[in-house]
């Protein structure tokens, strides 16, 4: 018999007996470590509660897998503090989100979609026509007479069931994206009463999106808690400086409607507004599109994370938010703009802008109560190619990699040149306008202003059509997972509400 005091002693000495580690390896260098690292996280990972009492959905516009890549990689480049650094190994916010999915984003008539369809499709879990918001794919424009038979927005039953709702967006706040979670509309165009909305077509009985935003929901529910965007001019009339020609100033019936409402037009009267202050919220600080935020005038216009920050403790301090919780969309509406350009250097730092306002979500919420979301409406044509060097500048041209596959000529500078003896940058589009102005192909490829190359000259470049990735924490975010398609998100965050 063994006494138990000698088998400890046993136990004890067992490992300098043992056999070494079964992933013992002589090279356990910085990437080895980071990825055990990596491996403990989710050893430890633990599972969050099943229900969700708000979810955020955060959609970078045309943000796909390149997009992503490039944009860790120019992030890394252009930190917001410390040095650069090479880049390849940084990570974007919502890179450090436990769940992914890849999502298969094609609309019911389209091999490439845009965003009405796409945004419509996560926004009521009907996959529908491209071009056409929360319309099924076989409604068309009389529909609008029979609204109650049109696919229901996650917006709008949230309201129904007293929830707090809220949009932010680079954008129009009536543009595709937005105006998905709100408004239901055949043609994304009609963003407002002008010509892009012709008479005819208002016949039909059809509403234009920015009236749809102030009108949205039935008294009894009440409205947007806040909408922050810009698109001011589809809201008043030619003579108060806006594009409607129905003489309705729309910013007037919403403060109509919302006695207590705080309307504000400018970054001064943004910063002056307190989150928990009753009523609700309409920001438009642009009369079109929010400003890139390389050319932003902080004076004038806030930032995306900034909205973002104050859209959350909006919701989560309003009534309804504290109640019943809150539904909320944030969009980094112009990496898609940038993109259609073909300037790579914009659409690089709209993603990283987007990613600081992803961080600044995350800083705020609790993912034991909240689904958080992250994903992109669709991709778009521009690759990383060739073989740089590791460091090398993302926006900059090849500097051939040492030893590779790169082979072929190179440029005194080291850079690599292709069969006309031009030097080749990284980042390349499928196609895209060949100039315009004060865009260009002849600046330095750094510039901010620089065109990219591109194969095909189009007037604009396209959306691209492989999946993008949906990123997610929180209450079942563990349903964010393998190949999806993309109006599943819809019903993943219906099931974290507890909606059935
Ligand atoms: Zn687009």
Same mark, same amino acid.
């Given at each position: 018999m063994i006494r138990p005091l000698i088998v400890i002693a046993l136990l004890a000495a067992a490992p300098a007996l043992a056999a070494p580690p079964v992933l013992d +390896?002589?090279?356990? =260098? =910085?990437?080895w470590q980071a990825a055990r690292a990596a491996l403990g996280a989710r050893l430890r990972a633990v599972n969050r509660p099943r229900r969700a009492k708000n979810v955020i959905l955060m959609i970078g516009d045309g943000m796909g897998i390149a +997009?992503?890549? @490039?944009? /860790?990689?120019? =992030?890394?480049?252009? !930190? @917001?503090?410390g040095p650069p650094r090479p880049g390849e190994e940084n990570s974007l916010a919502f890179e450090a989100l436990p769940n992914v999915a890849l999502v298969k984003t094609y609309n019911s008539n389209a091999q490439v979609p845009d965003s009405a369809g796409t945004a419509s499709a996560i926004n009521t879990g009907v996959k529908t026509r491209i071009g056409t918001i929360n319309f099924g794919q076989a409604q068309d424009a009389a529909a609008c007479k029979t609204p109650e038979a049109l696919p229901t927005t996650l917006a709008e039953i949230a309201k129904r069931r007293g929830m707090g709702v809220g949009v932010v967006t680079? +954008?129009?706040?009536?543009h595709a994206t937005p105006a998905a979670v709100f408004a239901h509309v055949p043609n994304r165009n009609w963003e407002g009463a002008d010509r892009a909305f012709p008479a005819a077509d208002r016949a039909s009985g059809c509403r234009d999106i920015a009236r749809q935003l102030v009108e949205f929901a039935p008294a009894s529910t009440g409205g947007l808690d806040v909408a922050l965007g810009g698109g001011r001019a589809r809201f008043l009339p030619v003579a108060r400086g806006g594009s409607r020609d129905d003489g309705q100033d729309l910013v007037a019936a919403w403060q109509a409607r919302f006695p207590a409402g705080r309307y504000v037009d400018g970054a001064a009267g943004f910063a002056a507004l307190d989150p928990r202050a009753p009523g609700p919220v309409l920001g438009l600080f642009n009369n079109d599109h929010l400003t890139f935020e390389v050319d932003r005038d902080p004076a004038a216009e806030p930032a995306l994370a900034d909205m973002a920050r104050f859209a959350v403790a909006k919701l989560a301090a309003s009534a309804a938010g504290r109640r019943n919780g809150y539904y909320l969309m944030i969009e980094g509406g112009r990496i898609d703009h940038a993109h259609h350009a073909s300037n790579a250097s914009r659409a690089l730092s709209e993603t990283q802008q987007?990613?600081? @306002?992803v961080a600044a979500v995350l800083a705020t919420i609790n993912l034991d109560e909240t689904l958080l979301l992250v994903t992109a409406d669709h991709s778009h044509t521009m690759t990383?190619?060739?073989y740089p060097e590791r460091g090398n500048d993302i926006l900059g041209f090849i500097r051939n990699a040492a030893a590779g596959e790169g082979g072929g000529p190179v440029s005194p500078e080291g850079f690599a040149l292709d *069969?006309?003896? /031009?030097p080749m940058t990284t980042l390349t589009y499928a196609n895209g306008p060949r100039s315009s102005p004060p865009l260009? !192909?002849? #600046?330095? !490829? $750094?510039?901010? $202003?620089? #065109?990219? *190359?591109k194969t095909y000259g189009t007037q604009t470049e396209s959306h691209g059509g492989e999946d993008v990735a949906a990123f997610a924490a929180g209450p079942r975010s563990n349903l964010v997972t393998g190949v999806v398609e993309q109006n599943l998100l819809f019903?993943?965050?219906a099931e974290a509400l507890g909606w059935r």
């Amino acid at each position: 018999m063994i006494r138990p005091l000698i088998v400890i002693a046993l136990l004890a000495a067992a490992p300098a007996l043992a056999a070494p580690p079964v992933l013992d +390896t002589p090279v356990k =260098d =910085d990437y080895w470590q980071a990825a055990r690292a990596a491996l403990g996280a989710r050893l430890r990972a633990v599972n969050r509660p099943r229900r969700a009492k708000n979810v955020i959905l955060m959609i970078g516009d045309g943000m796909g897998i390149a +997009t992503i890549t @490039a944009a /860790r990689i120019y =992030d890394g480049q252009h !930190p @917001a503090e410390g040095p650069p650094r090479p880049g390849e190994e940084n990570s974007l916010a919502f890179e450090a989100l436990p769940n992914v999915a890849l999502v298969k984003t094609y609309n019911s008539n389209a091999q490439v979609p845009d965003s009405a369809g796409t945004a419509s499709a996560i926004n009521t879990g009907v996959k529908t026509r491209i071009g056409t918001i929360n319309f099924g794919q076989a409604q068309d424009a009389a529909a609008c007479k029979t609204p109650e038979a049109l696919p229901t927005t996650l917006a709008e039953i949230a309201k129904r069931r007293g929830m707090g709702v809220g949009v932010v967006t680079t +954008t129009r706040i009536t543009h595709a994206t937005p105006a998905a979670v709100f408004a239901h509309v055949p043609n994304r165009n009609w963003e407002g009463a002008d010509r892009a909305f012709p008479a005819a077509d208002r016949a039909s009985g059809c509403r234009d999106i920015a009236r749809q935003l102030v009108e949205f929901a039935p008294a009894s529910t009440g409205g947007l808690d806040v909408a922050l965007g810009g698109g001011r001019a589809r809201f008043l009339p030619v003579a108060r400086g806006g594009s409607r020609d129905d003489g309705q100033d729309l910013v007037a019936a919403w403060q109509a409607r919302f006695p207590a409402g705080r309307y504000v037009d400018g970054a001064a009267g943004f910063a002056a507004l307190d989150p928990r202050a009753p009523g609700p919220v309409l920001g438009l600080f642009n009369n079109d599109h929010l400003t890139f935020e390389v050319d932003r005038d902080p004076a004038a216009e806030p930032a995306l994370a900034d909205m973002a920050r104050f859209a959350v403790a909006k919701l989560a301090a309003s009534a309804a938010g504290r109640r019943n919780g809150y539904y909320l969309m944030i969009e980094g509406g112009r990496i898609d703009h940038a993109h259609h350009a073909s300037n790579a250097s914009r659409a690089l730092s709209e993603t990283q802008q987007f990613s600081r @306002a992803v961080a600044a979500v995350l800083a705020t919420i609790n993912l034991d109560e909240t689904l958080l979301l992250v994903t992109a409406d669709h991709s778009h044509t521009m690759t990383i190619s060739g073989y740089p060097e590791r460091g090398n500048d993302i926006l900059g041209f090849i500097r051939n990699a040492a030893a590779g596959e790169g082979g072929g000529p190179v440029s005194p500078e080291g850079f690599a040149l292709d *069969d006309q003896g /031009r030097p080749m940058t990284t980042l390349t589009y499928a196609n895209g306008p060949r100039s315009s102005p004060p865009l260009s !192909p002849t #600046l330095p !490829p $750094n510039d901010r $202003n620089r #065109l990219q *190359d591109k194969t095909y000259g189009t007037q604009t470049e396209s959306h691209g059509g492989e999946d993008v990735a949906a990123f997610a924490a929180g209450p079942r975010s563990n349903l964010v997972t393998g190949v999806v398609e993309q109006n599943l998100l819809f019903h993943i965050m219906a099931e974290a509400l507890g909606w059935r």
